[in-house]
């Protein structure tokens, strides 16, 4: 059965539109036709597709509106397309304000179309602890016909914060296999000045206070004074200017390469050791799984859901948040143990082979779709 599928995320840089997108493309694949309707074009489309549309949310700044109202725009927008192109499901990535605005949508276009909702994290382990925001959010999952959680860890939290009466389905997140894989690695570590007994400490994400960058840097500032190493910093955020000047003060700017936003992170993965993700809160850790693709292992903090993804002492190593000499010397011990380090990149393809693979999790999505339209 092909379906028609409404995708609405938020489409700049960030794990969810990542992983909206990438579902939208391979449910394309797949002959569903797909109509994206977000405020820009997510980043990832990149490729031509004939059976994907993008559908702007224009968003009125009329000066009398102290705030522009993306919300209503956003709904509007999800009607005129739910109507027109007869869409038997509207799929929203984050809770606040997505789920709210198809709820809306749906009844202004008076349709029977089928409400998904996938929550990534934040609308949860953030917000969810607003008490302004809290019975919109259960608002918005109670009234989706299904409501997925990138991973067991944040179901359960969204059971304790914000007690919906609702089940809600947990399918984790993938990764295209075809972009992360292990492949020779190229000229670029001879580009960086990367020297060949160098390892390469790898940290990807948006540099926000729960990522603990700086934990990252106090790990690699102590490995680096045992063995020859490099740390490819990559990404951008608010913590950055606060990261440069630890790395300075440590005297360590050789060794740390700022390498900003990247578009083809999976290059920078190839020629990378190892992955460090360090963070407080993280409901999946979809740069884990990224890496992991490509053959390298992680160190990971037991939070969320990155333990779902990385196994302690099967494919990489779990440490409390903040617990960096643990986080050294764990480092220290896969570095440096080169049978222990190929069983670990192994494990790592295995992992993402057999439980992240995306054919497995796109048809999840699909056999929930269905269900949805057998129960309308
Ligand atoms: O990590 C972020 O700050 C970005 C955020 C997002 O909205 O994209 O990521 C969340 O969703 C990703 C995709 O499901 C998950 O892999 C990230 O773990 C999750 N981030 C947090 O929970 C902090």
Do not use: W
């Not at 075809?178 to 790898?202: D, M, W």
């Not at 083809?264 to 360090?278: A, G, P, R, T, W």
């Not at 037991?302 to 960096?324: A, F, L, R, S, T």
């Not at 992240?356 to 699909?366: A, G, M, N, R, T």
């Amino acid at each position: 059965m092909k379906l028609k599928i409404g995708i609405t995320c938020y489409p700049t840089v960030g794990g969810s539109g990542i992983v909206a997108t990438e579902l939208g493309k391979l449910l394309a694949e797949k002959g569903h036709e797909i109509h994206f309707i977000t405020s820009s074009m997510p980043f990832r489309l990149n490729n031509m597709y004939s059976n994907i549309y993008f559908h702007q949310v224009e968003v009125n700044h009329y000066s009398v509106f102290q705030y522009p109202p993306y919300d209503i725009a956003l709904a509007n927008k999800m009607a005129e397309v739910i109507k027109r192109e007869k869409l038997d499901i509207l799929h929203v990535h984050y809770a606040i304000p997505h789920a709210i605005c198809a709820i809306l949508g749906k009844q202004m276009a008076k349709s029977s179309v089928g409400i998904v909702t996938t929550l990534h994290g934040t609308d949860i382990t953030v917000l969810g602890f607003d008490p302004s925001l809290t019975d919109s959010i259960r608002f918005g999952i109670e009234q989706s016909d299904r409501v997925t959680a990138v991973s067991h860890a944040l179901a359960e939290q969204t059971h304790d914060l914000i007690a919906p009466e609702k089940k809600l389905d947990v399918i984790h997140n993938f990764i295209d296999e075809r972009v992360y894989k292990k492949i020779p690695s190229s000229s670029l570590r001879e580009e960086y000045g990367i020297k060949e007994n160098e390892k390469v400490i790898i940290h990807v994400s948006n540099f926000r206070a729960v990522k603990r960058v700086q934990d990252v840097i106090d790990v690699f500032y102590h490995l680096n004074q045992q063995i020859d190493s490099k740390l490819l910093l990559v990404g951008d955020g608010p913590e950055m200017s606060g990261i440069c000047k630890k790395v300075q003060k440590l005297g360590i700017e050789s060794r740390v390469l700022f390498l900003g936003k990247k578009d083809k992170v999976e290059e920078l993965y190839v020629i990378s050791d190892l992955m460090l993700l360090l963070s407080e809160k993280e409901s999946f850790g979809l740069v884990a799984l990224e890496a992991m693709a490509s053959g390298v292992p992680c160190i990971g903090t037991n939070i969320g859901g990155i333990p779902e993804v990385i196994k302690d002492h099967v494919n990489g190593y779990i440490c409390e948040v903040g617990d960096i000499s643990s986080m050294v010397s764990k480092a220290l011990t896969l570095l440096t143990d080169s049978g222990l380090y190929s069983r670990f990149a192994a494990a790592c393809l295995e992992t993402v082979s057999e439980n992240f693979h995306s054919q497995k999790i796109v048809k999840q999505y699909e056999d929930l779709y269905k269900e949805v339209i057998e129960h309308k």
